[in-house]
């Protein structure tokens, strides 16, 4: 069965600093795989997807991920904190053995440290 | 395009009631889900209907959830005899038919304390 496992429940960094969110999928045929940002008390926002081709996707915000097949991973990335980033940030995949349902890890809050 | 817009956005209600979300998808999109969120975890899907037929319902659903698309439109989710559980976020997703490999487009969502 399909799952998503995002390493860290939380995330801090300080501003201006690297953000490095982990998701690992496991899928047995291509995936999609999608990264989505939710802030308090509001839906989800998709900050980017891959689909087919280009393997480092860039996104919204300066957020950018990158599919490696062979580590069945898609971490996101962005090169600098910003203080607005203080989010929950949320892995996805959907394939056709999920009948294209998105399948979602369980979050992890990024904190940002001024 | 407005987006998905979901009413009520907070709904406090005692043990034992009734309540009624509303979900209005993007207007061209056929597909709308259901999802339930707890603090902590990510969305937990509950119901699917692609048009006005629902195609796909969780198991983990009890029977004091339902939910309508009557109209291939806007959709509802209904809850009855509320538990101190069922307590969470409601969140109401569209995608268009057309691609697999859409996205979901989420609203803003619901959100349920039962006291």
């Known amino acids: 069965a399909q799952s998503v496992t995002q390493l860290g429940s939380h995330v801090s960094v300080s501003e201006g600093a690297l953000v490095l969110l982990r998701c690992n999928y496991s899928?047995?045929?291509?995936?999609?795989l999608f990264w989505y940002v939710q802030y308090p008390n509001q839906g989800l926002q998709l900050l980017l997807k891959?689909?087919?081709?280009a393997t480092l996707v860039k996104g919204i915000n300066g957020f950018e991920a990158e599919f490696k097949k062979s580590e069945t991973s898609f971490h996101l990335t962005k090169p600098s904190a910003h203080m607005s980033d203080a989010a929950e940030y949320f892995c996805a995949v959907s394939d056709m053995d999920s009948n294209y349902q998105l399948i979602w890890g369980a979050g992890t809050k990024l904190i940002i440290k001024p | 395009d407005t987006g998905v817009s979901q009413n009520p956005r907070h709904k406090i209600t005692k043990r034992g009631q009734n309540v009624t979300f509303r979900c209005d998808p993007i207007s061209e999109h056929n597909r709308l889900y259901w999802y339930r969120q707890t603090l902590g975890q990510g969305p937990e899907f509950l119901t699917y209907?692609?048009?006005?037929?629902?195609?796909?319902k969780s198991r983990l659903l009890s029977d004091r959830f339902s939910a309508e698309r009557p109209k291939g439109s806007f959709s509802t989710l209904e809850i009855q005899r509320t538990e101190q559980g069922d307590s969470a976020m409601y969140l109401c997703a569209s995608r268009p038919w057309a691609g697999v490999n859409t996205e979901a487009f989420f609203g803003q969502g619901t959100r349920l304390t039962v006291v």
């Open positions: 209907f692609q048009n006005e037929a629902q195609l796909e």
């Open positions: 891959y689909t087919t081709g």
């Open positions: 899928s047995s045929v291509p995936p999609y």
